[in-house]
C-alpha cells in the first residue's frame, strides 16, 4: 500500500500565499515601528502604561521575545525548511541520475539549517551563546552572538551561495530569490551591531528615532528575507516542472513511510529533551522559551497537512473537507499559542471567572473539530483524534508546563495519523 501527497500547486494558489506573506510580513513592520514609537513616548512606568500597549500592540513587535511576532517570523523560517524538503522530493523525480541528484540533497541541509533557525526564533538560543566569552574568537571577553557565531554565519553563507551557483544556475529567476534572501540575511548581524553601538551612544531624539528605524530595518530584513527563501523554494518547483497549474504528487511504500516517520517524531521528542537540557547550561540572555517552539512546530505542519487534505477532499467532492479547514485553524490557533506563549494568559488570577471561559471555549473548539473528523466511522480516525482531543483539553485544563507537554503529544499522535491513515487515502481525482 502506498502514501500519496499531492498538492495544488496552481498559479492562483501560489499568488495567494505570495500576498499574504507580503501583508503579513508589512502588517508586523508596521507593528514593530508603532511599538517602538509609543514605548519611547512612555511618561509612566511599563507596568502602569496602558493595556492596548502592554498586552496587544506587544504581539506584533518583531524584537520582543515571546510574541505572535516573534512566533510568526519562526514559523516563516519553518517554511523555507518545509519547501525546501519539497524540492528535495522535486529534484528527486526530475533530476537525472549523477550530479544533480547528488546535489539534490543539498535542500535537505538547507532544510535543517533553517529549521534550526525556526527553532532559535523562540528559544533565543543565539542571544545566550553571545554571552559565553569562550567562544568569542576576537578575544575573551562578552561581545555578542555577532562574534561568537561570525564563523558558523560565514560557513552557512558561502554553502548556500556555492550551491545556488552550481545548481540553480540554469534558473536565474531563482538564484536572484536565494541571493536576495542570503543578503537579508547578512544585513541583520550588521544592523544588529549598528543598534548596539546606537544604545551606547548618548541618547537624543535623533538617536532613538535612528535606533527605532534602524530596529523597523533589521526585523524587516528577517522576515523578507525568509520570503525570499519561500520564493526560492517555490520558482524553483515552477522551474523545473514548467507549468502553471500543477499537481505535485509523491508517492511512498507506507511501510517506509511509517518507519521515515517514526524516526523523524522520534528525533524531534529527542531534540525536545535536549533542547530543554542544554538551555539550562547557557547564560541568561533573552527572554525565549525553547521548548514551546516544539508543539508550535507540530501544530504549524498540522496545519499545512490539514490545508493540503482539504484541497483533496474538496476536489473530490468528498463531505469532509469542512473538518479539514476547521482542523487547519485550529492547528493554527494553537501554534501561536504554543508558539507566542499565550497559554499562561489563560492562568491569570485577575481574569477571574474569564480565564475557566476562555478554556472551556478552547477546549470546545477542539471537541467539536474532533467529532466533525470522526464522521467517516473509521476506527483508526477515532482513536487518533479521540487521544488528540484528550490530550489537549486536558492540558488546557492543568495549564503550565504540563499544556505544552500534553499538546505537543497530542500533536504527534495527529500528525502520524495525517500522514499514515490519511494521505493513503486522499488522492485527487485528476480525470
Not at 511618561?43 to 513587535?61: D, I, K, M
Not at 534602524?214 to 523554494?233: D, H, K, R, V, W
Not at 467539536?368 to 473509521?378: D, F, G, Q, T
Amino acid at each position: 500500500m502506498e502514501i500519496q501527497l499531492k498538492i495544488p500547486f496552481s498559479n492562483r494558489l501560489i499568488k495567494k500565499i505570495i500576498i499574504s506573506i507580503i501583508i503579513l510580513n508589512l502588517i508586523m513592520m508596521i507593528g514593530t515601528y508603532t511599538f517602538s514609537v509609543s514605548f519611547r513616548s512612555l511618561t509612566v512606568p511599563w507596568e502602569h502604561s496602558s493595556r492596548f500597549l502592554r498586552y496587544f500592540l506587544v504581539q506584533f513587535n518583531l524584537a520582543t521575545e515571546n510574541v505572535i511576532a516573534s512566533w510568526y517570523s519562526s514559523m516563516l523560517l519553518l517554511s523555507v525548511s518545509i519547501i525546501s524538503i519539497i524540492c528535495f522530493w522535486v529534484d528527486r523525480q526530475e533530476q537525472k541520475p549523477g550530479r544533480s541528484q547528488i546535489l539534490s540533497f543539498g535542500w535537505l541541509i538547507i532544510a535543517l539549517i533553517f529549521a534550526g533557525l525556526s527553532l532559535d526564533e523562540v528559544g533565543s538560543f543565539h542571544e545566550r551563546l553571545g554571552h559565553l566569552a569562550s567562544l568569542n574568537i576576537f578575544g575573551n571577553y562578552i561581545g555578542g552572538w555577532i562574534y561568537v557565531l561570525v564563523i558558523p554565519i560565514v560557513v552557512v553563507a558561502i554553502f548556500l551561495l556555492i550551491f545556488g551557483l552550481i545548481h540553480l544556475r540554469k534558473f536565474p529567476k531563482v538564484l536572484i530569490f536565494l541571493i536576495l534572501g542570503l543578503g537579508f540575511f547578512l544585513l541583520n548581524p550588521i544592523l544588529e551591531q549598528i543598534e548596539m553601538n546606537l544604545l551606547h551612544a548618548e541618547s537624543g531624539i535623533l538617536d532613538w528615532r535612528t535606533h527605532d528605524f534602524n530596529i523597523l530595518i533589521e526585523e524587516g530584513m528577517e522576515i523578507f528575507g525568509s520570503f525570499m527563501f519561500i520564493l526560492t523554494g517555490i520558482f524553483y518547483v515552477l522551474s523545473i516542472k514548467k507549468s502553471k497549474n500543477l499537481i505535485l504528487e509523491f508517492r511512498f511504500e507506507k511501510e517506509i513511510a511509517k518507519k521515515i516517520t517514526i524516526g523523524l517524531l522520534i528525533l524531534l521528542t529527542l531534540s525536545l529533551g535536549l533542547a530543554d537540557t542544554f538551555i539550562n547550561y547557557f547564560p541568561i540572555g533573552d527572554t525565549g522559551i525553547a521548548h514551546n517552539w516544539f508543539p508550535s512546530a507540530a501544530a504549524f505542519i498540522v496545519f499545512i497537512l490539514s490545508l493540503i487534505l482539504f484541497q483533496n477532499s474538496r476536489l473530490n467532492n468528498k463531505r469532509n473537507s469542512f473538518g479539514f479547514l476547521l482542523l487547519g485553524i485550529c492547528s493554527l490557533f494553537l501554534s501561536a499559542y504554543f508558539g507566542a506563549y499565550l497559554y499562561p494568559y489563560l492562568d491569570w488570577d485577575r481574569l477571574g471567572v474569564f480565564r475557566f471561559i476562555s478554556k472551556g471555549v478552547l477546549i470546545v473548539f477542539v471537541v467539536a473539530n474532533s467529532n466533525i473528523l470522526m464522521k467517516e466511522k473509521v476506527q483508526t480516525s477515532k482513536f487518533y483524534l479521540s487521544l488528540w482531543m484528550i490530550l489537549l483539553s486536558v492540558g488546557i485544563i492543568l495549564g503550565q508546563i504540563y499544556v505544552v507537554i500534553a499538546g505537543y503529544t497530542g500533536f504527534i499522535f495527529l500528525l502520524y495519523y495525517l500522514i499514515i491513515h490519511r494521505l493513503s487515502s486522499s488522492g485527487i481525482r485528476t480525470e
